[in-house]
């Protein structure tokens, strides 16, 4: 049984090492059109590579997911974090799980994986093609028919489409003809570029618990926030990036945001406490540091927008400028103007049509005998491990059905 795998990631790579470990008289090949396999693995999560999460509730697990929960869902019962960090541990890669649930290497480099895989894959007799790219893909006669960027062509009984992002991709229009369909693309994982001058001289201060929606429209999203010297970065606004990355794709990334600085506090929260600082004996500043939560340099910023002087007290404080400042603490509308590279992780949403793939097996429901693996699909994973969990759950599954399907 002639089997090729397109694309050399880690999708691609745990579907062909599944395939020669389930059955070892298969043929497979990886195709990549670059020189060097797993690339991507080689720079995720700075250099240490968040191999997975530490959530073993397919149920919960899938709903990190902005697009595919459900499909993903079932594959997970199958193949979940924990499996992952199982397998990886008994082929030799120690991990360790850090405290907010991301899994890596305790090497703390993404070498290891990669030594790990390719070694599977060298025992497993999996033969590898670095640099050759495939064009073209056809099926006829129940049969694979290849065309490679060398010029070559083959003939196989199984392909699994294990691309990546489908961005640019020479295999849309195969798949095209093949009856697929894909999904708009559009980028995920992105940071916000924002110019304004509250955020002026502050870039590196962190906060952890911001609660930001893009204003109007949509869900919010919690979490660390970091401001940069190009916008809004950290968790929370990835997460509001991935969740609404089709929207903002829309928009052109021209919107605005609306922002608590203090997360879950309300205004009959700032309202009491304002009150209680206004009827306190021996009147403090309303520039005193209030909130645990707040850095000073964010608290004094805000104060000056709302043009608080230094010199003034709670009880001096007028109550339109009370507005203003509880305004500009639990609802500052922020123009954003264009989005900027996270550097820790990006993927792309948008891809192959789930309703076309059969998610117990990863086989297409158009064309028997082509599997669908990792980012090629349109699901994708917010940040903390969920896209390489996505792509070594798909390839399990289709590396498992590829073996027991014989011919
Ligand atoms: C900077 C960065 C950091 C990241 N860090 C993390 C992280 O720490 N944790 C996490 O969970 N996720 C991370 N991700 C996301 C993760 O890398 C992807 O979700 C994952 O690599 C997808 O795997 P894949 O195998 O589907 O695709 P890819 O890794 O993109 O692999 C696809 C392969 O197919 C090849 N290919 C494409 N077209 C063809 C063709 N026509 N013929 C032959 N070969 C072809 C490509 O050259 C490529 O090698 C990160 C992403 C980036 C960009």
Redesign the pocket.
């Known amino acids: 049984m002639k089997c090729a795998i397109?694309?050399?990631?880690?999708?691609?790579f745990f579907s062909a090492v599944t395939l020669a470990q389930k059955n070892p008289d298969a043929d497979i090949s990886i195709?990549?059109?670059?020189k060097q396999?797993l690339?991507?693995?080689k720079?995720?999560?700075g250099g240490r590579?968040?191999v997975t999460h530490s959530c073993f509730e397919p149920k919960e697990l899938a709903q990190y997911y902005p697009r595919g929960e459900k499909e993903l869902k079932g594959a997970f019962f199958t193949w979940q974090p924990r499996d992952t960090r199982d397998w990886f541990q008994s082929h030799g890669v120690p991990l360790k799980t850090e405290q907010d649930g991301r899994i890596f290497p305790v090497s703390n480099h993404s070498q290891s994986i990669i030594d790990c895989l390719h070694g599977q894959a060298r025992k497993g007799g999996v033969k590898l093609y670095p640099g050759i790219?495939?064009k073209h893909l056809d099926f006829r006669n129940d049969q694979f028919v290849v065309e490679f960027s060398n010029g070559q062509s083959g003939i196989f009984d199984r392909v699994c489409m294990?691309?990546?992002?489908m961005k640019s991709?020479?295999?849309r229009t195969s798949l095209e003809v093949l009856g697929h369909t894909i999904e708009p693309l559009a980028p995920s994982l992105f940071a916000f570029d924002i110019t304004d001058e509250r955020l002026k001289e502050l870039a590196g201060i962190s906060l952890e618990n911001v609660s930001v929606g893009v204003k109007s429209k949509g869900k919010r999203q919690a979490g660390p926030i970091l401001i940069t010297h190009r916008g809004l970065s950290g968790p929370a606004i990835l997460k509001l990036s991935a969740w609404e990355a089709r929207q903002l794709n829309e928009l052109d990334y021209q919107f605005e945001i609306e922002l608590n600085w203090l997360g879950e506090r309300t205004e009959s929260d700032l309202q009491t406490l304002f009150a209680r600082m206004r009827n306190q004996k021996g009147q403090q500043l309303v520039k005193t540091k209030l909130f645990e939560e707040l850095p000073k340099r964010l608290w004094e910023k805000i104060l000056s927008y709302v043009k608080i002087e230094g010199t003034l007290q709670w009880a001096q404080l007028p109550k339109k400028t009370e507005a203003h400042l509880i305004k500009e603490l639990l609802s500052a509308n922020f123009p954003v103007r264009g989005k900027t590279m996270n550097?820790?992780?990006?993927?792309t949403c948008g891809g192959v049509r789930l309703k076309e793939v059969n998610f117990k097996k990863m086989e297409s429901r158009i064309i028997p005998h082509l599997y669908f693996c990792?980012?090629?699909l349109d699901y994708d994973g917010i940040t903390g491990?969920?896209?390489?969990?996505g792509?070594w759950t798909t390839g399990y599954v289709a590396g498992t059905a590829m073996a027991e399907k014989q011919v």
Do not use: P
Request: aromatic letters at 12%; one cysteine or more; glycine letters at 20%.
């Open positions: 397109i694309g050399g990631g880690a999708a691609g195709y990549d059109s670059s396999f690339r991507k693995v720079i995720s999560g590579c968040n790219g495939v294990a691309t990546g992002s991709s020479t295999l550097k820790e992780e990006f993927v990792g980012e090629c491990g969920f896209n390489f969990q792509a």
